[in-house]
């Protein structure tokens, strides 16, 4: 985490002093649940809950000799309670115990605030797409225009994508949200499940149906998986606005604010700063499934080169992604957009973007599709080679007129019948947010 790319909101679940506090919810709640079996006395239960210090310095101090932060933590506790209570604090859980409950918790609430960074952006996107359901905009296809589309339609389809990734967050956030305090093996030799189901359903998780010394790490692997997914999404939108707003195209570009600079160099320049940054931290994001997905396999019941991993792409995925998302969002809830422009982008091709429905217009008439499309390319390259207005030359063409006569030809152009099936298009999408798709 830097703070260049941090929000606090989502950042503070990473911080040393949370992942403590948390380590001593786990470790009350497993005091409480011996105390629920009769094994730890309820006066040293309730003294421990009353009088436990969560003195991060004294554990910091500690773990500088014991070289085991979980160790250091747990001598810290005792000290506070005295050596009469302390004792039970612990009780038959090994380190794992802790780490993991710990660990599911803060990538949970780090999915939470991720989930409302998608409804957020999924707003942003229906709004715009339903100000823009009707603009016209040239569709590419290898970055050559190919036919009519609008901006709304764009949008409407980001909005689809970006649903389908909060859906796969919200499988994983269920996935991740398993804690284990199951001992060393994963046995419960020295801790009951009893203890294990009274601390997951106080800090609100699951109990994993089955571990060893760990949570098995396939449930990680999902959870980075669907974040990688997202900021992949996210820089496919980027990427379209970067195109958007080059000079050649301008058909929308970033909100340019009073005072801001572009260049240090060149007092012109307007730049797509915000979505080249949301394009550099998807790839920060994705970095993280390769590392996640090789945590899966361990040795045995457990080593740690998974630990090292985690410190890493807990905190960094989730807090990168959170910044991504909010900044996307404002992208484009600002995005200026020029219609005109994109329409003079149109008038480029000439009329070329209505080949198809020349061809299969002649289709109809009883061409076969390979002599249609012969009649129809010729007249385009013609076109397309010579600077020529396609239109004009496919309504005067002799063999057009008279398989198809004037007025149907000219019907092949009407932009309305391009377009008619974007109210459809826009039912689907957003006619039931809970339609599945």
Request: some cysteine.
């Amino acid at each position: 985490m830097i703070p260049r790319y941090s929000r606090d909101v989502i950042a503070n679940i990473w911080t040393e002093e949370r992942k403590l506090e948390i380590w001593f919810e786990v470790e009350l709640a497993a005091v409480e649940g011996w105390a629920k079996l009769g094994v730890v006395p309820d006066e040293a239960s309730s003294h421990i809950r009353e009088h436990a210090i969560l003195d991060v310095e004294r554990v910091k101090e500690i773990e500088r000799i014991t070289r085991h932060d979980v160790a250091a933590f747990v001598q810290s506790l005792e000290e506070s309670v005295g050596e009469e209570h302390g004792r039970w604090i612990h009780f038959g859980m090994t380190s794992s115990d802790v780490l993991d409950t710990t660990l599911a918790i803060q990538l949970r609430d780090a999915a939470d605030i991720l989930l409302e960074d998608l409804d957020n952006l999924m707003a942003a996107i229906k709004r715009r797409a339903e100000e823009h359901k009707m603009t016209p905009m040239i569709g590419r296809s290898h970055g050559i225009h190919a036919e009519i589309t609008t901006f709304g339609h764009v949008l409407a389809t980001w909005y689809d994508e970006v649903r389908r990734g909060k859906r796969r967050l919200e499988a994983a956030r269920e996935q991740i949200a398993y804690g284990k305090v199951s001992g060393a093996v994963g046995t419960f030799a020295n801790v009951p499940p009893a203890v294990e189901a009274h601390v997951c359903e106080k800090l609100g998780l699951s109990a994993a149906p089955s571990s060893t010394q760990i949570v098995q790490r396939d449930r990680h692997a999902e959870y980075f998986s669907a974040l990688a997914l997202i900021a992949s999404s996210l820089e496919k939108f980027a990427v379209q606005v970067r195109h958007m707003q080059r000079t050649e195209v301008n058909e929308a570009e970033e909100k340019f604010h009073a005072g801001q600079k572009g260049s240090s160099a060149m007092p012109h320049k307007r730049n797509p700063v915000l979505s080249e940054n949301v394009t550099g931290l998807a790839r920060m994001v994705r970095s993280a499934v390769l590392p996640a997905m090789e945590n899966v396999a361990l040795w045995h019941e457990r080593d740690i080169s998974h630990s090292s991993v985690e410190r890493i792409i807990g905190p960094d995925a989730t807090v990168l992604l959170d910044f991504a998302l909010v900044r996307m969002t404002g992208v484009i809830d600002n995005l200026v957009v020029y219609p005109e422009r994109m329409q003079r982008n149109i008038d480029l091709s000439r009329g070329l973007p209505y080949s198809q429905a020349i061809l299969l217009e002649l289709v109809k008439v009883g061409n076969s599709r390979q002599s249609a499309y012969k009649m129809v390319q010729s007249v385009a390259m013609k076109a397309w080679e010579e600077g020529l207005d396609f239109k004009k030359l496919a309504t005067e063409d002799e063999a057009m007129l008279e398989q198809l006569g004037a007025e149907r030809l000219e019907a092949c152009f009407s932009i309305d019948r391009a377009l008619a099936h974007i109210p459809d298009i826009f039912e689907r999408v957003f006619g039931s947010s809970e339609q599945p798709r």
